[in-house]
């Protein structure tokens, strides 16, 4: 069975992860890392791992299978998205969540026109909470559905805040509010503004002779990531970031509790507990690669969110093994 060939564009916490993911995925291969920067200037996890310009993917279209987009969903994704759409069957964590859609249009398009297949917003939420999500909302259809996550290090608000202008390094941590959660736990099923169910807390290294004022004024008020949260940025030196910030725990969980009967309710919960958030997200994005490929072969072009893939798809096994080992 030849291995699925894989490359990846964006080398950040991801891009190793995924790295580290492909590693323990027999039925894969990394061909290479495709970065913006220099080559030479970019660490990979090991010596093995080829290293090129991201300007040289053209090159290796029918040299990768499936290109995993690693970069940032603020500023990376919506431009690369639909660029390598066009070009590789790919597969993305885009988690902007309120702009799901759009991105979803803006990578439809040129994987359709290309016969190529887009997997986009898969990770964990996006992606295995949206599914529980679902699922809550199918099975229990008298209920109500909540999503809380960490306390910990959220990628995407922390990619958002490095791209502040005047920001040198910076990290962002989700912390659920425990008044919120004991109220979702007593069955209530309490209406809970965005603001009452989380709060955010921002360590940022400042750039030389950067305005904290401006920057700061820049992370609460922006959209779609802190605007709608009580959000406290905390100014930090470099070395208090190395020591005292170098880990990207996460999780979180969706719980669904709702009535089948006056008599009955019920209540699904699916938890994450994450040592590492990129690595666990890495890990979902191989997965789906492996899907990603199939799909292409099915001649299933175009973009796909993690509702539309059976979940067979992800596995390494046959679907004859699936019924025998896992039904
Ligand atoms: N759906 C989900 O559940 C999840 C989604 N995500 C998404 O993944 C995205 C990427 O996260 P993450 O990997 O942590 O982001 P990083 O900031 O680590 O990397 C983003 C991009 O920045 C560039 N980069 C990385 N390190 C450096 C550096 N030292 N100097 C200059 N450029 C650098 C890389 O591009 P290049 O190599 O081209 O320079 C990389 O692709 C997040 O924005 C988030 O939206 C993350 C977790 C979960
Ligand atoms: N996409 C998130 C994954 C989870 C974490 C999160 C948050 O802390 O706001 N929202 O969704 C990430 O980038 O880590």
Redesign the pocket.
């Known amino acids: 069975q030849q291995q699925i060939r894989i490359g990846i564009a ?6 190793r992860g995924v790295e580290a993911a492909i590693a323990r995925n027999p039925d894969m291969a990394l061909v290479g890392v495709f ?3 220099a080559p030479e200037s ?1 660490q990979t996890l090991s010596a093995q791992t080829a290293v090129h310009p ?1 300007a040289s993917l053209p090159d290796y279209r029918d040299a990768i299978d499936v290109l995993i987009l ?5 500023d ?1 994704l919506p431009h690369q998205g639909p660029e390598m759409a066009a070009m590789f069957n790919t597969v993305d ?3 902007t969540h309120a702009r799901i859609p759009e991105y979803f249009a803006s990578v439809d398009a040129p994987a359709k026109a290309n016969g190529k297949t887009a997997l986009i ?7 295995m909470f949206s599914l529980n999500r679902l699922y809550g909302e199918a099975l229990l259809p008298d209920g109500a559905t909540y999503t809380f996550w960490g306390k910990g290090l959220s ?2 608000h ?2 958002a805040i ?1 791209r502040v202008p005047g920001v040198k390094a910076g990290v962002q941590y989700t912390l659920p509010s425990p008044e919120a959660i004991k109220q979702v736990r007593s069955g209530t099923r309490p209406e809970l503004t965005t603001r009452q169910k989380h709060t955010r807390e921002c360590h940022v290294v400042l750039e030389e002779g950067a305005d904290a004022a401006a920057v700061e004024q820049a992370i609460v008020t922006m959209p779609d990531y802190f605007a709608d949260y009580d959000t406290s940025v905390n100014f930090i030196s470099e070395e208090t970031l190395r020591t005292e910030h170098n880990r990207m725990p996460h999780g979180g969980f969706v719980i669904r509790s709702g009535n089948t009967s006056e008599a009955h309710t019920q209540v699904i919960e699916y938890a994450l507990q994450l040592d590492s ?2 690595e666990f ?1 890495a890990s979902v994005l191989v997965a789906y690669a492996r899907a990603a490929c199939r799909l292409n072969a099915q001649g299933q072009y175009g973009a796909k969110t993690a509702f539309d893939i059976a979940p067979g798809l992800l596995s390494i096994k046959s679907p004859a093994q699936l019924r025998e080992e896992l039904l």
């Open positions: 964006g080398y950040g916490n991801l891009g970065t913006r920067r970019v991201i690693c970069g940032g969903s603020k990376d964590s885009f988690d917003a898969i990770g964990w939420d996006p992606g990628q995407g922390s990619d490095r958030n990129p997200t």
